[in-house]
């Protein structure tokens, strides 16, 4: 079973976010697959993964690619893991697979978004139901994360 890590987003959007902890698996040598709710929100994420730093570089390609075997990070709306990753993070809600067949789950969640969050409470009781080993982060004042749980 995954060890599975909530991110409860209060004082940073998705966006700003989810490259800090991309650049951590980057660092730690690991691969990713970053499931979205849709399309939209999976093409704003593929964008703003190249641009978010100039001087940063966060090699990733989302669905439908050529090469998505050779990808570090790999973007999609689907349940599919062709990069071999071994962490697996959920974004906004998104259902998890069936299986979760990964080291490491990211679960991130807008805490601005009530519909959101009650999803993110039933997906934690759901996770810990299965026996699995929880934490739950918080944003601190500055930005950083906290451990809560």
Known sequence: MAEIRFYHLQRQTLEEALPKLMERVQEAGLRAVIKVPGRTHLDTLDK???DYDPGSFLAHDKEGCKHADMQPFYLTTG???PNGA???VLVDAVDPPAELGFDRCLYMFDGRDMAIVEKARAQW????DMGAEMSYWQQG???????KA
């Open 48 to 50: 703003m993964l190249w």
């Open 79 to 81: 349940d599919e893991v």
């Open 86 to 88: 071994s962490v697996l």
């Open 125 to 128: 009781k759901t996770f810990k």
């Open 141 to 147: 004042e500055r930005g950083g994360w906290e451990k």
